[in-house]
């Protein structure tokens, strides 16, 4: 592993240090965790494009303003997905 200075307010450390006492795991386990959070958060952004971009070849006549309204057709057709069966 490599080592890491993190610069934390008071707050921040003593949240983390109880959350470490109470999980019975370090301060950098959390961190850790906390990257490997982000990453697959950002994995998850990342697959919410490609799928708009599946429903622009899906549905050649769907909407000509994607760029603008991307979020509310990503959502709308997560949605219509999530109701289909199987």
Same mark, same amino acid.
């Given at each position: 592993?490599?080592?890491?200075?993190?610069?934390?307010?008071?707050? %921040?450390?003593?949240?983390? %240090?109880?959350? &470490?006492?109470?999980?019975?795991?370090?301060? !950098? &386990?959390?961190?850790? %965790?906390?990257?490997?959070?982000?990453?697959?958060?950002? &994995?998850?952004?990342?697959?919410?494009?490609?799928?708009?971009?599946?429903? &622009?070849?899906?549905?050649?006549?769907?909407?000509?303003?994607? !760029?603008?309204?991307?979020?509310?057709?990503l959502t709308q057709w997560e949605d219509e997905r999530n109701l289909l069966p199987g």
């Open positions: 592993m490599i080592r890491v200075q993190v610069h934390l307010n008071e707050d %921040e450390d003593s949240w983390l %240090e109880e959350r &470490a006492r109470q999980q019975g795991t370090t301060k !950098s &386990a959390l961190i850790r %965790e906390g990257i490997e959070i982000l990453k697959v958060q950002d &994995a998850s952004e990342t697959e919410h494009l490609l799928k708009l971009i599946g429903m &622009a070849d899906y549905d050649p006549d769907g909407p000509t303003d994607g !760029s603008v309204n991307h979020d509310r057709y």
